[in-house]
């Protein structure tokens, strides 16, 4: 995993040259199983069709959309509308193993059925766009990469941001010397809890299933649970509660907010950084005082969660050296300390946000701070190839075309995995020794036991 976690500037610069050549490569140099030409249209299948899902396969709709998934019979029915000519199907399973035209798919399901579908549909030997976090467990991430590595197929996770200009100028700005020696950083977001509540235990009522709703394949491989549409009582009245949108808080099907957004924020620095194992993972949460009943249930309302990196030799194409880092994320209102550099009128870590510290300066967002220090300095040198956008770009590469910017084996797997150790750390409340190289905590057995959660009877990886 800490060479497929490594993306040299020679490697970025090496996928710009051939994205260049793209288009003149004849089909029967193509290599890969399922690989068209250019200049024909992928047949793309959705998995999980609300919210993301729906807008993944829009991005895409320029392909032909052959198939659409969903356990839920109204989700279908709505999108049936746009993409008439797809043949709509419930269990992607079934849909995976009868269709046969389907040369991708996109999966935007709940996050504890990523690798599930992920999984299936490589082995199957098609490519695979899916959401962040690519998976639900550490140990999914790693059977996700093999996967990959093994199919030899076009992959691309659905963190965005990774393919903006501001990505690219970021890792060109840390390259360039502009903030010197990086030895912090830190990122977070404020989501609010009612996109998803959390800190609080399961509910105990109830109520009857929906009749468009197959609850027994929403819940796939996590544990059996009953089914409820809404809050009756309490703080949260009125709101769902799990289907369509509010699982992201609930351990047995979301990743919480750091799971949700950390793989947005922190891609770049892993990147331009070349982050490969933690060797310490620690965090504190707003979920430390309460026991099982809501540690064990929900992610925290607010959490701070610190990963250390070890010195190392990176970027073994030009001979750097990076210094150890310390990775933190702040989640709900937390902060770090405001910093000098920033001016007085400038908001601070509201929304999602990141900044990275150097013993010669920061960058906030995209840019060093002050303002007068980005007018000083201009933009750096441009040394990596631009982007033709997040989904074009796994598009081009299911066609034959470079690998995508967050595909499973060079980054978005290594990159969940890591964000992943920190919800261990949050709910085991922990300071963690991490032995990456053999998956394994040193110090905790109860860490290790949620590395690869069971699944459900009838459910299986691969």
């Known amino acids: 995993m800490r060479n497929a976690a490594s993306i040299t500037r020679r490697h970025w610069i090496a996928a710009g040259a051939t994205a260049a050549t793209f288009s003149i490569v004849p089909r029967h140099v193509l290599g890969g199983p399922g690989q068209k030409p250019p200049s024909e249209k992928l047949n793309i299948a959705g998995i999980g069709l609300h919210g993301m899902g729906a807008g993944d396969i829009h991005n895409c709709a320029s392909e032909n959309i052959v198939a659409l998934c969903d356990v839920d019979q109204s989700v279908l029915d709505r999108l049936a509308k746009q993409y008439p000519k797809a043949k709509l199907h419930t269990d992607f399973r079934k849909m995976l193993e009868s269709q046969k035209d389907i040369d991708a798919v996109m999966i935007a399901t709940p996050d504890h059925l990523h690798a599930v ?6 082995k199957l030997g098609k490519h695979v766009h899916c959401q ?11 059977a996700v990469a093999k996967a990959a590595k093994e199919a030899k197929v076009a992959t691309q996770m659905g963190n965005q941001g990774q393919a903006r200009e501001e990505a690219r100028v970021v890792c060109e700005l840390i390259w360039s010397g502009a903030i010197g020696t990086v030895r912090e950083v830190h990122g977070g977001s404020n989501r609010t809890p009612m996109i998803s509540p959390r800190g609080i ?33 309490g703080p949260f009245k009125g709101q769902l509660v799990y289907h369509p949108f509010c699982w992201r808080g609930w351990w047995d099907f979301g990743t919480g907010c750091l799971g949700d957004i950390g793989c947005h924020e922190f891609s770049v620095v892993f990147k331009a950084l070349e982050l490969g194992h933690p060797t310490k993972i620690e965090a504190c949460s707003s979920n430390h005082p309460w026991g099982p009943e809501v540690a064990d249930e929900t992610a925290p309302l607010a959490s701070i969660t610190r990963w250390y990196f070890p010195a190392e030799q990176v970027g073994k194409a030009t001979g750097g050296n990076r210094s150890a880092i310390t990775l933190t994320w702040w ?3 937390l902060k770090p300390p405001r910093p000098d550099e920033l001016e007085a009128d400038r908001k601070f870590a509201e929304g999602d946000w990141l900044m990275i510290v150097g013993d010669k300066g920061k960058i906030y967002g995209h840019r060093l701070i002050p303002e007068s220090r980005m007018r000083e300095i201009g933009k750096p040198p441009r040394v990596l190839p631009r982007s033709p956008g997040h989904y074009k770009e796994w598009i081009e590469a299911c066609k034959g075309g470079p690998p995508a910017g967050s595909n499973f084996v060079d980054h978005a797997a290594h990159l969940a995995e890591v964000v ?18 053999n998956m394994r905590f040193t110090n905790s057995d109860a860490a290790n036991a949620l590395l690869n959660p069971p699944y459900r009877k009838g459910w299986t990886l691969g």
Do not use: C, Q
């Open 117 to 122: 579908a992920t999984v299936m549909a490589l």
């Open 132 to 142: 962040k976090p690519l998976t639900h467990s550490v140990y999914e991430a790693r």
């Open 201 to 233: 235990a399961r509910p105990k009522e109830t109520a009857p299933v929906p009749p468009h709703l197959n609850w027994d394949l929403w819940l796939g491989p996590a544990p059996e649970r009953p089914y409820l549409d809404v809050y009756r009582e």
């Open 331 to 333: 989640d709900g209102g």
């Open 420 to 437: 992943l150790l920190g919800n261990i750390a949050i709910r085991t409340k922990e300071t963690l020794y991490w032995d990456g190289p």
